[in-house]
């Protein structure tokens, strides 16, 4: 079912309430979410990006109660990801001769993905514009490694629209589309979420593109993502919101996060979290165990702190599984400008807090002072210490 966005363009992607996980079981959802396809029809009728396959289907058959699907003068295709991408196989098949706009490397994408030799692609990069009559123009805008190589953004004139793709949305399912429908908490929440698990890897690139894009002087009326809320009102206070995110952005928090095998590595993330409370009160402090927490939701306070504590128990010379898993997502999102302290309990071999230090480097981590390590289970004279070393870290 269309509805309509502005004049002559109207959304037609599909709203997923019930969607509980994105990029396979790598990001879980609270909110839903949805893939934003856009149908404009000015005196060229086009398309911009589809849906997911499992929902490709009924993403033509709604298509075609719309338009005669032989009346698409073109499809851009702002990116290659099958959760934009799924439905064209279905889709060509109906119209094989239709254009395909996008870029150089999404062609590659596509072909990659789908039986695509045959399809009708016209690559398009920054620069380039088609007249698509009424007096307005669809420029094409490169967005690459935002999020992946082949991204591509794509503004209509006149309507004053960007079209960002992945850029500037949300996992969250608004049934009335905007961002001012929209319940505010949340839509700050998970615009949040979005940017620092999807978005914050490229924080450096995205700051050049939004400078690219502030210079390009394009009125803006209306920012259109893939996926989430439209940006109708004010859109460019999602872009200050990237700006500050992509800055070094921290607040006075500090994040305990741990897994705990007989609880002795459970009692030092406790006592940590305690001490802070009482000698820096004008801190925030938050205290996850990673096996009992989202870790999408885990990153986003870690996104906010300027310090984090980690603790695993020594486990077969090593830490446990979870924490391992957990610090290999810490690495992929980029973190900048955070100090690191880590901590565990052991009854051998004793090689967790090093191993923790070690991959807390590799994430990017300052890792000023040695850990703080407890043989069997923390005593007295350890709580002592661990006091003495929290004022060091702090
Ligand atoms: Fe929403 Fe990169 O796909």
Partial sequence: MRKNIINNVSWVGFLDWELKNFHGEDFKLEHGSSQNAYLVEEEKTFLIDTVYRPHKCEFVENLKKE????????????????????????????????????????????QGQYDAKDWNFNIVKTGDEIEVGNGKKLKFLDMKMLHWPDSMATYLTGDEILFSNDAFGQHFAVEELFA??????????????????????????????????KNLNLPLKIIAPSHGAIW??????????????????????????YDTMWNGTKKIAHFIASQIGLKYPESSVKLFNISKTDKNSIMVEIFKSRAIIVGSPTVN?????????????????????????????????????????????????????QGIKCLWNPKEEDFTKISEKIEQFI
């Fill in 67 to 110: 338009i005669d699907l032989n009346k698409l003068d073109f499809i851009v295709v702002n990116h290659g990801e099958v959760d934009h991408s799924g439905a064209l196989p279905a889709l060509i098949k109906e119209i094989p001769s239709v254009p395909i706009y996008c870029s150089a490397l999404a062609k590659n994408s596509l």
């Fill in 180 to 213: 001012d429908k929209a319940d505010k908490n949340i839509l700050e929440e998970e615009s949040l979420k979005y940017f620092v698990n999807i978005l914050n890897p490229f924080a450096p690139i995205l700051l050049k593109k939004i400078n690219e894009i």
């Fill in 232 to 257: 109708r009102e004010d859109p460019i206070q999602i872009i200050e919101k990237y700006e500050e995110w992509a800055n070094f952005y921290s607040e006075n928090q500090i994040t305990i996060v």
């Fill in 317 to 369: 010379n090593s830490i446990l599984s979870s924490v391992a898993g957990f610090l290999e997502f810490l690495k992929q999102l980029k973190f900048k400008n955070k100090s690191a302290l880590a901590f565990g309990c052991y009854g051998w071999s004793g090689e967790s807090v090093k191993i923790l230090e070690d991959r807390l480097k590799e994430a990017g981590f300052l890792v000023k002072e």
